[in-house]
Protein backbone atom coordinates (compact mmCIF):
# COMPACT_ATOMS: atom_id res chain seq x y z
CA UNK A 1 0.00 0.00 0.00
CA UNK A 2 1.46 3.41 -1.18
CA UNK A 3 -0.31 6.87 -1.58
CA UNK A 4 1.16 9.44 -3.34
CA UNK A 5 -0.74 12.28 -1.74
CA UNK A 6 0.80 13.03 2.01
CA UNK A 7 -2.61 14.55 3.67
CA UNK A 8 -1.72 12.54 6.83
CA UNK A 9 0.66 15.91 7.78
CA UNK A 10 -1.68 18.36 6.62
CA UNK A 11 -4.45 17.64 9.21
CA UNK A 12 -1.56 17.22 11.80
CA UNK A 13 -0.58 20.61 10.71
CA UNK A 14 -3.77 22.13 11.56
CA UNK A 15 -4.36 20.39 14.54
CA UNK A 16 -0.62 21.18 16.12
CA UNK A 17 -0.62 24.96 14.73
CA UNK A 18 -4.44 25.48 17.26
CA UNK A 19 -2.20 23.55 20.03
CA UNK A 20 0.55 26.05 19.94
CA UNK A 21 -2.07 28.80 19.54
CA UNK A 22 -4.14 27.70 23.16
CA UNK A 23 -0.59 27.11 25.19
CA UNK A 24 -0.40 31.06 23.90
CA UNK A 25 -3.54 32.28 25.17
CA UNK A 26 -2.69 30.34 28.27
CA UNK A 27 1.16 31.86 28.58
CA UNK A 28 0.54 35.17 27.78
CA UNK A 29 -3.26 36.22 28.87
CA UNK A 30 -4.37 33.59 31.81
CA UNK A 31 -1.04 31.97 33.36
CA UNK A 32 -1.00 33.36 37.38
CA UNK A 33 -4.61 34.59 37.26
CA UNK A 34 -5.96 30.82 38.94
CA UNK A 35 -7.70 29.35 36.74
CA UNK A 36 -7.71 25.43 36.08
CA UNK A 37 -6.08 25.38 32.72
CA UNK A 38 -6.27 23.02 29.92
CA UNK A 39 -4.87 22.87 26.25
CA UNK A 40 -1.19 23.45 27.72
CA UNK A 41 0.72 20.74 26.35
CA UNK A 42 1.45 22.94 22.98
CA UNK A 43 5.09 21.98 22.80
CA UNK A 44 4.94 20.74 19.32
CA UNK A 45 6.86 23.69 17.61
CA UNK A 46 9.63 20.60 16.73
CA UNK A 47 6.76 18.64 14.16
CA UNK A 48 7.01 21.61 12.04
CA UNK A 49 11.32 21.74 12.45
CA UNK A 50 10.96 18.25 11.23
CA UNK A 51 8.89 18.54 8.36
CA UNK A 52 10.95 21.53 7.35
CA UNK A 53 13.85 19.54 7.13
CA UNK A 54 12.47 16.59 5.40
CA UNK A 55 10.89 18.86 2.73
CA UNK A 56 13.95 20.90 2.43
CA UNK A 57 16.47 17.60 2.28
CA UNK A 58 13.46 16.03 -0.50
CA UNK A 59 13.94 19.21 -2.97
CA UNK A 60 17.73 19.10 -2.77
CA UNK A 61 17.49 15.22 -4.30
CA UNK A 62 15.13 16.34 -7.09
CA UNK A 63 17.45 19.01 -7.88
CA UNK A 64 21.11 18.00 -7.05
CA UNK A 65 21.78 16.75 -10.72
CA UNK A 66 21.28 20.36 -11.87
CA UNK A 67 24.84 22.25 -13.13
CA UNK A 68 24.50 24.96 -9.98
CA UNK A 69 27.07 25.64 -7.61
CA UNK A 70 25.57 24.75 -3.79
CA UNK A 71 25.48 28.65 -3.62
CA UNK A 72 23.38 28.99 -6.19
CA UNK A 73 20.99 26.44 -5.41
CA UNK A 74 20.87 27.62 -1.93
CA UNK A 75 19.80 31.14 -2.60
CA UNK A 76 17.16 29.80 -5.29
CA UNK A 77 15.57 27.56 -3.26
CA UNK A 78 15.94 30.33 -0.48
CA UNK A 79 14.24 32.88 -2.84
CA UNK A 80 11.22 30.63 -3.43
CA UNK A 81 11.01 29.92 0.37
CA UNK A 82 10.91 33.62 1.06
CA UNK A 83 8.44 34.49 -1.97
CA UNK A 84 6.35 31.66 -0.02
CA UNK A 85 6.43 32.66 3.38
CA UNK A 86 7.46 36.54 3.73
CA UNK A 87 4.18 38.01 2.46
CA UNK A 88 2.18 36.34 5.18
CA UNK A 89 5.17 37.04 7.65
CA UNK A 90 5.30 40.92 7.01
CA UNK A 91 0.79 40.84 6.73
CA UNK A 92 1.43 39.07 10.37
CA UNK A 93 4.14 41.54 11.88
CA UNK A 94 2.24 44.82 10.77
CA UNK A 95 -1.00 43.87 11.59
CA UNK A 96 0.40 42.70 15.48
CA UNK A 97 1.93 46.07 15.63
CA UNK A 98 -1.04 48.29 14.64
CA UNK A 99 -2.63 46.21 17.09
CA UNK A 100 -0.58 46.57 20.11
CA UNK A 101 0.81 49.70 19.81
CA UNK A 102 -3.32 50.59 19.75
CA UNK A 103 -3.64 49.03 22.86
CA UNK A 104 -0.56 50.35 24.40
CA UNK A 105 -1.81 54.02 23.17
CA UNK A 106 2.04 54.50 21.56
CA UNK A 107 1.84 58.51 20.85
CA UNK A 108 1.91 59.51 16.79
CA UNK A 109 5.07 60.99 18.00
CA UNK A 110 7.07 57.49 18.83
CA UNK A 111 5.38 55.44 16.55
CA UNK A 112 8.53 55.54 13.69
CA UNK A 113 11.26 55.15 16.45
CA UNK A 114 8.89 51.92 17.38
CA UNK A 115 9.10 50.99 13.96
CA UNK A 116 12.70 51.57 12.96
CA UNK A 117 13.42 49.51 16.30
CA UNK A 118 11.31 46.78 14.82
CA UNK A 119 12.87 46.88 11.48
CA UNK A 120 14.43 43.35 11.26
CA UNK A 121 11.16 41.58 12.29
CA UNK A 122 9.54 43.43 9.69
CA UNK A 123 12.28 42.58 7.43
CA UNK A 124 11.71 38.98 8.55
CA UNK A 125 15.53 38.68 9.54
CA UNK A 126 15.12 38.61 13.45
CA UNK A 127 16.89 35.42 13.93
CA UNK A 128 19.70 36.91 13.28
CA UNK A 129 20.10 38.11 16.97
CA UNK A 130 19.27 41.60 15.59
CA UNK A 131 16.22 41.54 17.90
CA UNK A 132 15.25 40.01 21.27
CA UNK A 133 14.17 36.43 20.89
CA UNK A 134 11.85 36.44 24.29
CA UNK A 135 8.42 38.79 24.11
CA UNK A 136 7.68 39.88 27.65
CA UNK A 137 4.88 37.47 29.16
CA UNK A 138 2.24 40.19 29.58
CA UNK A 139 -0.85 41.46 27.93
CA UNK A 140 1.09 44.67 27.16
CA UNK A 141 4.43 46.40 27.41
CA UNK A 142 5.68 49.97 28.26
CA UNK A 143 7.29 51.35 24.69
CA UNK A 144 10.77 52.01 24.74
CA UNK A 145 12.72 53.82 21.92
CA UNK A 146 15.93 52.47 21.12
CA UNK A 147 14.65 48.81 22.40
CA UNK A 148 13.98 46.04 20.16
CA UNK A 149 10.45 43.87 20.35
CA UNK A 150 8.96 40.97 18.57
CA UNK A 151 5.81 42.39 17.84
CA UNK A 152 4.35 38.96 16.66
CA UNK A 153 6.75 36.85 18.59
CA UNK A 154 5.59 32.85 17.25
CA UNK A 155 6.55 34.54 13.94
CA UNK A 156 10.39 34.31 15.26
CA UNK A 157 9.64 30.72 13.80
CA UNK A 158 9.30 31.54 9.99
CA UNK A 159 12.27 33.58 10.42
CA UNK A 160 14.70 31.20 11.54
CA UNK A 161 12.99 28.73 8.97
CA UNK A 162 14.12 31.37 6.34
CA UNK A 163 17.81 31.52 7.42
CA UNK A 164 18.61 28.07 8.54
CA UNK A 165 17.38 26.80 5.15
CA UNK A 166 19.54 29.09 3.57
CA UNK A 167 22.21 27.54 5.55
CA UNK A 168 21.84 23.93 5.90
CA UNK A 169 20.95 23.70 1.73
CA UNK A 170 24.20 25.20 0.90
CA UNK A 171 26.05 22.64 3.74
CA UNK A 172 23.73 19.96 1.70
CA UNK A 173 24.67 20.88 -1.54
CA UNK A 174 28.41 21.54 -0.81
CA UNK A 175 28.62 17.59 0.42
CA UNK A 176 26.09 15.36 1.01
CA UNK A 177 28.27 12.99 2.95
CA UNK A 178 29.80 15.63 4.81
CA UNK A 179 26.32 17.13 6.16
CA UNK A 180 25.06 13.28 6.74
CA UNK A 181 28.33 12.01 8.43
CA UNK A 182 29.78 14.66 10.35
CA UNK A 183 27.68 18.47 10.16
CA UNK A 184 23.84 17.11 11.00
CA UNK A 185 24.86 14.56 14.16
CA UNK A 186 27.75 17.44 15.64
CA UNK A 187 25.08 20.51 15.25
CA UNK A 188 22.47 18.32 16.71
CA UNK A 189 24.36 17.14 19.86
CA UNK A 190 25.50 20.85 20.45
CA UNK A 191 22.53 22.05 20.33
CA UNK A 192 20.70 19.41 22.36
CA UNK A 193 23.00 18.15 24.76
CA UNK A 194 23.92 21.86 26.33
CA UNK A 195 20.98 22.55 27.44
CA UNK A 196 20.53 19.05 29.56
CA UNK A 197 17.13 18.06 27.37
CA UNK A 198 15.52 20.50 29.99
CA UNK A 199 13.28 23.67 28.42
CA UNK A 200 15.29 25.87 31.10
CA UNK A 201 18.51 25.75 29.25
CA UNK A 202 17.55 27.07 25.81
CA UNK A 203 18.81 30.23 27.03
CA UNK A 204 22.14 28.66 27.47
CA UNK A 205 23.40 26.73 25.20
CA UNK A 206 27.17 25.55 23.54
CA UNK A 207 26.58 27.67 20.55
CA UNK A 208 24.80 30.53 22.07
CA UNK A 209 27.99 31.26 23.55
CA UNK A 210 30.19 31.69 20.69
CA UNK A 211 27.14 34.19 19.31
CA UNK A 212 24.85 31.98 17.33
CA UNK A 213 21.46 32.71 18.84
CA UNK A 214 18.97 30.26 20.55
CA UNK A 215 16.20 30.32 18.11
CA UNK A 216 18.15 29.75 15.07
CA UNK A 217 20.34 27.00 16.19
CA UNK A 218 17.38 25.43 17.46
CA UNK A 219 14.91 25.44 14.29
CA UNK A 220 18.88 24.22 12.68
CA UNK A 221 19.16 21.26 14.87
CA UNK A 222 15.27 20.19 14.00
CA UNK A 223 15.80 20.56 10.19
CA UNK A 224 19.23 18.59 10.85
CA UNK A 225 16.59 15.68 12.09
CA UNK A 226 14.25 16.34 9.58
CA UNK A 227 16.66 16.13 7.12
CA UNK A 228 18.46 12.58 8.47
CA UNK A 229 14.65 11.70 8.23
CA UNK A 230 14.34 11.88 4.93
CA UNK A 231 16.54 8.56 4.66
CA UNK A 232 14.20 6.75 7.35
CA UNK A 233 11.13 8.07 5.44
CA UNK A 234 13.01 7.13 1.79
CA UNK A 235 14.11 3.08 3.26
CA UNK A 236 10.59 2.76 4.71
CA UNK A 237 8.77 3.76 1.21
CA UNK A 238 10.71 1.32 -0.70
CA UNK A 239 9.88 -1.47 1.45
CA UNK A 240 7.49 -3.62 0.26
CA UNK A 241 5.11 -3.59 3.98
CA UNK A 242 3.85 -7.45 5.25
CA UNK A 243 0.28 -7.12 6.65
CA UNK A 244 1.78 -7.21 9.66
CA UNK A 245 3.95 -4.58 9.18
CA UNK A 246 1.26 -2.35 8.00
CA UNK A 247 -1.27 -3.32 11.15
CA UNK A 248 1.96 -2.70 13.29
CA UNK A 249 2.18 1.42 11.62
CA UNK A 250 -1.32 1.79 11.99
CA UNK A 251 -1.97 0.97 15.34
CA UNK A 252 1.20 2.95 15.99
CA UNK A 253 -0.19 5.69 14.13
CA UNK A 254 -3.77 5.56 16.17
CA UNK A 255 -1.30 5.35 19.59
CA UNK A 256 0.58 7.99 19.16
CA UNK A 257 -2.54 10.58 17.67
CA UNK A 258 -4.67 9.74 20.51
CA UNK A 259 -1.85 10.28 22.89
CA UNK A 260 -0.92 13.86 21.47
CA UNK A 261 -4.09 14.77 21.84
CA UNK A 262 -4.56 13.79 25.32
CA UNK A 263 -1.16 15.61 26.47
CA UNK A 264 -2.13 18.68 24.42
CA UNK A 265 -4.93 19.23 26.58
CA UNK A 266 -3.87 17.65 29.94
CA UNK A 267 -0.21 19.05 29.67
CA UNK A 268 3.02 17.04 30.16
CA UNK A 269 5.80 16.89 32.72
CA UNK A 270 8.71 16.03 30.35
CA UNK A 271 10.87 17.26 28.67
CA UNK A 272 10.57 19.21 25.01
CA UNK A 273 13.01 16.75 24.19
CA UNK A 274 11.10 13.70 25.19
CA UNK A 275 8.38 15.06 23.49
CA UNK A 276 10.61 15.44 20.49
CA UNK A 277 10.91 11.87 20.21
CA UNK A 278 7.62 11.18 19.94
CA UNK A 279 6.72 13.78 17.23
CA UNK A 280 9.37 12.50 15.56
CA UNK A 281 8.44 8.56 15.30
CA UNK A 282 4.89 10.54 14.18
CA UNK A 283 6.22 12.01 11.63
CA UNK A 284 8.05 8.83 10.23
CA UNK A 285 4.76 7.68 10.28
CA UNK A 286 3.24 10.39 8.75
CA UNK A 287 5.12 10.27 5.73
CA UNK A 288 5.87 6.84 5.34
CA UNK A 289 2.17 7.06 4.65
CA UNK A 290 1.73 3.17 4.07
CA UNK A 291 -0.71 2.19 6.80
CA UNK A 292 -4.42 1.80 6.64
CA UNK A 293 -5.08 5.14 8.52
CA UNK A 294 -3.25 7.19 6.06
CA UNK A 295 -5.94 5.86 3.89
CA UNK A 296 -8.97 7.55 5.31
CA UNK A 297 -6.71 10.90 5.45
CA UNK A 298 -6.26 10.95 1.88
CA UNK A 299 -9.37 10.68 0.72
CA UNK A 300 -10.05 13.40 2.78
CA UNK A 301 -10.05 17.48 0.79
CA UNK A 302 -10.58 18.89 4.12
CA UNK A 303 -7.38 17.41 5.30
CA UNK A 304 -5.70 19.72 2.66
CA UNK A 305 -7.48 22.92 3.55
CA UNK A 306 -6.81 22.80 7.07
CA UNK A 307 -2.94 22.40 6.17
CA UNK A 308 -3.09 25.41 3.98
CA UNK A 309 -5.29 27.45 6.70
CA UNK A 310 -2.19 26.37 9.08
CA UNK A 311 0.11 28.53 7.90
CA UNK A 312 -1.98 31.73 8.19
CA UNK A 313 -3.54 31.14 11.38
CA UNK A 314 -0.37 30.33 13.02
CA UNK A 315 0.11 34.35 11.30
CA UNK A 316 -2.56 35.59 13.09
CA UNK A 317 -3.29 34.00 16.41
CA UNK A 318 -1.31 35.96 18.61
CA UNK A 319 -2.98 39.65 17.41
CA UNK A 320 -6.03 37.74 18.53
CA UNK A 321 -4.75 36.65 21.62
CA UNK A 322 -4.07 40.35 22.95
CA UNK A 323 -7.13 41.93 20.74
CA UNK A 324 -9.98 39.71 22.77
CA UNK A 325 -7.99 39.95 26.23
CA UNK A 326 -8.65 43.86 25.38
CA UNK A 327 -11.44 44.10 24.22
CA UNK A 328 -13.44 41.78 26.39
CA UNK A 329 -11.69 42.01 29.81
CA UNK A 330 -14.50 40.19 31.53
CA UNK A 331 -14.71 37.23 29.29
CA UNK A 332 -13.93 33.85 30.83
CA UNK A 333 -11.61 31.60 30.14
CA UNK A 334 -13.78 29.06 28.72
CA UNK A 335 -14.97 31.66 26.21
CA UNK A 336 -11.88 33.39 25.53
CA UNK A 337 -10.83 29.85 23.89
CA UNK A 338 -14.19 29.70 21.46
CA UNK A 339 -14.09 33.18 20.75
CA UNK A 340 -9.98 33.63 20.16
CA UNK A 341 -10.55 29.99 17.94
CA UNK A 342 -13.62 31.30 15.66
CA UNK A 343 -11.65 34.60 15.27
CA UNK A 344 -8.55 33.31 14.15
CA UNK A 345 -9.86 30.84 11.76
CA UNK A 346 -11.82 33.29 10.22
CA UNK A 347 -9.21 35.73 9.98
CA UNK A 348 -6.65 32.88 8.59
CA UNK A 349 -9.45 32.35 5.81
CA UNK A 350 -9.20 35.70 4.10
CA UNK A 351 -5.80 36.12 4.95
CA UNK A 352 -5.69 32.88 2.61
CA UNK A 353 -8.01 34.30 0.21
CA UNK A 354 -5.83 37.52 -0.10
CA UNK A 355 -2.87 35.61 -0.41
CA UNK A 356 -4.29 33.44 -3.51
CA UNK A 357 -6.05 35.98 -5.17
CA UNK A 358 -3.57 39.03 -4.47
CA UNK A 359 -0.20 38.55 -3.28
CA UNK A 360 0.04 35.57 -5.46
CA UNK A 361 0.01 38.00 -8.72
CA UNK A 362 1.88 40.26 -7.38
CA UNK A 363 4.87 38.65 -5.16
CA UNK A 364 4.86 35.12 -7.18
CA UNK A 365 4.22 35.95 -10.96
CA UNK A 366 6.81 33.06 -11.63
CA UNK A 367 3.68 31.05 -10.72
CA UNK A 368 1.27 32.62 -12.63
CA UNK A 369 3.44 32.45 -16.03
CA UNK A 370 4.28 29.41 -16.25
CA UNK A 371 0.83 28.41 -15.36
CA UNK A 372 -0.13 30.57 -18.70
CA UNK A 373 2.38 29.07 -20.81
CA UNK A 374 1.81 25.44 -19.79
CA UNK A 375 -2.18 26.19 -20.52
CA UNK A 376 -0.77 27.85 -24.03
CA UNK A 377 0.99 24.84 -24.46
CA UNK A 378 -2.04 22.56 -23.90
CA UNK A 379 -3.91 24.48 -26.34
Not at 7 to 18: D, H, P
Not at 66 to 75: F, G, N, R
Request: aromatic residues 18%; charged residues 15%; positive net charge.
Amino acid sequence: MKNSKISTIELWRFILVLAIALGHLNTFIWQGKGESLFFTGGRVLAFFMFLSGYFLMAHYKKQKNKDASPAKQAWQYTGKRFKALYPILFIGVLLAFIVRNAINGTRITQIFGVFMDSIWEFLGISQIGAVGLLELKSMTFDISLGTSQLWNGPLWYISALIIAGLILYYVVSKSEDFFAGFFAPVFIILTYASVGLTDAGWDRTVLNAIGFPNGLARVMAGMCLGMLMYYIVEYLRKKKFSELMTMTFSILHIGIAIFLLYTIYVGITWSEFTNGIILYVFCIILLTNKDYISVLYNKSSICNFLGRLSLYYYALHIIFVFLIAYLFPELSYSSSIIFNILFTTGAAFILMCFDNYVITSLFRKEKVEVKKSTRKKLA
